[in-house]
């Protein structure tokens, strides 16, 4: 019985086949064929010439990469702390049962519902120029108005306040869960200790829900990495490029000026600093724990 | 470091379902009370309200003559094992312990002075650098003795600390818990609804049930004159069985009890004028009812099952009447299920219950 049980059959590769069938057409072949792309001539007109790493050194020297790459590792280390940061205060805050901190929990998440272009249209109306809600409330304080969406500097910040907007549910909810996963009575030993709001909180609670931060922090890590729809739709990627992201620069590349093999290229480097950057997080969190 | 505890007119309400109603009880400093009741009664409430987890919904709590049920509940001077040890995952052992102390601000050699000599009692010193998770139940519970002990509380109090443990572990730590009393003679309350437990530990044990403690005494004054009727059934193993009171004529010497499946039965016992007799009845525990040798003439019991524990045997069976009842017997026991046996016991060794549930007991051991 044991025997038979444990002696494998090709027919049991039938239950996992329809995930490997959609795991290898949509994520697998494309990896590689990216790769391959990466290495050859392709245009609009297709037929693949191979180049070797050509593509690689083109995007490598070329300095609207340079920006695009500078332009989002900013970004990111800016939002993906903010997000963190104001998950878990939010998190915190909600941490309760009353009828009103679950309607706001819900508020809170209601925005990471909403699609890319919704989005960026409610923070347009925000800050645009003249009409937008910011510029009234700078005209009503008397100050100058600040052109949000056509300011080098502020046009990435107001990507990234969209942004932050738009995604804060997620980290939220992960952290909540979390939370609400650390016994009560770790709680009441720690009031019978005499631990004031402060101890609990560095002592108990966050240690608790470390992994998840970590996790929340790498999951930010990845999809902030790939910013696009809010910076094409808010600022087109300007001005000048202040805003404009990697995912954008390969985007135009492949897309606008047809240069396949180059944009491949530089999605390769995308995937290498996002891999680069969140082995690098896990890395400084394992390392403090054997401390 | 220890504190006499006073709790006057306690009352907890959880919405309106009312929990613990008018609960009054003193308790001596360096006293070993045990909270025992059936599940659900109020037991943890009581202590968690003592403790500072709970809110008082009427009456006051005092320890060492000082009002506490206002302070919050670090403030109280009392520590609490939880039944569940409540250990912090993310500190060691020591820093478990010591987690109370760095908070009053207590100096580091301090703190490490108590908690070695904590965890040399309790003989875990060897394992003050590990993490909760890679303890055994037992030793986390000893951390947990341990963590309460270095803050050197005018009161300790227990929730179930002994019911994740194996039945021989339990047993090991009951008697370290006993000595432990002695050796610190600080003022304890043990809540538990293991009567094993409460007959062993406490010097007092306190009946809690339907809101009010129904009986408060010595482990064997409890077990030896029950209060109540629900007391007699509640502690004791097996349960007193019960056989009801038909008919009653006083006697030469007490009352003489018609007792349904047993006849008439003299009692040397004085019941009050307000003695309700509908629904009154008579209780007797396994041990004081014997198993006849064959041809006396007794009560005849009809055998179901023969519980052998080895040094005795229970022997479990029904009246003529269909009651069922309990007997003792040696551990070499001959009664098999099936046989039809005579029992006999002492009229004396009767307990009386009246139609509310009131127990009375033979005059002598009042
Ligand atoms: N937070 C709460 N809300 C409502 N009812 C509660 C709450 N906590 C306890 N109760 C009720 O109060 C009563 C007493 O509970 P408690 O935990 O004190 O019982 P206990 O005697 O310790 O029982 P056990 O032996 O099972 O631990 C129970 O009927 C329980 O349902
Ligand atoms: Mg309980």
Known sequence: ?291 | MSAPIEIANITKRYGALTVLEDITLHIEPGEFVVFLGPSGCGKSTLLRMIAGLEAVDGGTISLGGERIDTLPPGKRGVAMVFQSYALYPHMTVAQNMGFGLENLKTPKNEIARRVQSAAETLEIAHLLDRKPAKLSGGQRQRVAIGRAIVKEPQAFLFDEPLSNLDAALRGRTRLELAQLHQRLGATMIFVTHDQVEAMTLADRIVILNDRRIEQMGAPMEIYQRPATKFVAQFVGSPAMCFLPVTGMTDAAQGVTLDVEGAGKIEIDVRLPAGFRRDGASVGIRAEDAKVLDRGQPGIAVGVKVVERLGDRAFIYGTLDNGTEFVVEDSGRSTVASGDVIQIGFDPNALHIFDGDGRAYHHSEEA
Not at chain 1, 167 to 191: F, S, T, V, W
Request: with cysteine.
């Open chain 1, 1 to 291: 019985m044991a025997e038979s049980y444990r002696r494998s059959r090709w027919s049991n590769a039938l239950f996992v086949a329809p995930y490997l069938v959609v795991f290898f057409a949509l994520l697998v072949f494309p990896l590689f064929w990216g790769m391959w792309l990466s290495l050859n001539k392709v245009d609009l007109f297709g037929g693949g010439q191979f180049i070797g790493l050509r593509n690689y050194a083109r995007v490598l020297s070329d300095p609207v990469f340079h920006q695009a790459v500078r332009n989002t590792v900013v970004f990111v280390a800016v939002s993906v702390p903010t997000l963190v940061g104001l998950g878990l205060f939010l998190a915190l805050a909600l941490n309760k049962t009353t009828r009103g901190s679950s309607f706001l929990r819900g508020l809170y998440f209601s925005s990471s519902i909403l699609s890319v272009t919704i989005v960026t249209l409610i923070w347009r109306i925000v800050f645009i120029p003249n009409d937008g809600l910011m510029a009234l409330i700078f005209n009503v304080l008397g100050l100058e108005p600040i052109g949000f969406l056509s300011t080098k500097g502020w046009s990435l910040f107001s990507v990234g306040v969209a942004t932050v907007w738009w995604c804060i549910g997620l980290p939220m909810m992960l952290l909540l869960a979390a939370l609400q996963q650390i016994p009560a009575d770790l709680y009441e030993a720690a009031a019978l200790d005499n631990a004031g709001k402060w101890r609990v909180l560095t002592r108990i609670t966050l240690p608790s829900i470390k992994p998840t931060i970590m996790l929340v922090a790498v999951i930010q890590i990845v999809m902030q990495f790939q910013l696009f729809g809010q910076a094409l739709i808010m600022t087109n990627g300007g001005p000048a490029g202040s805003s404009r992201p990697i995912v954008m620069y390969i985007y135009e590349t492949a897309f606008i000026r047809w240069d396949v093999g180059m944009g491949a290229a530089a999605s390769e480097l995308l995937f290498v600093i996002i891999l680069c950057a969140a082995m690098f997080q896990y890395w400084i969190s394992s390392r403090k724990e054997v401390a």
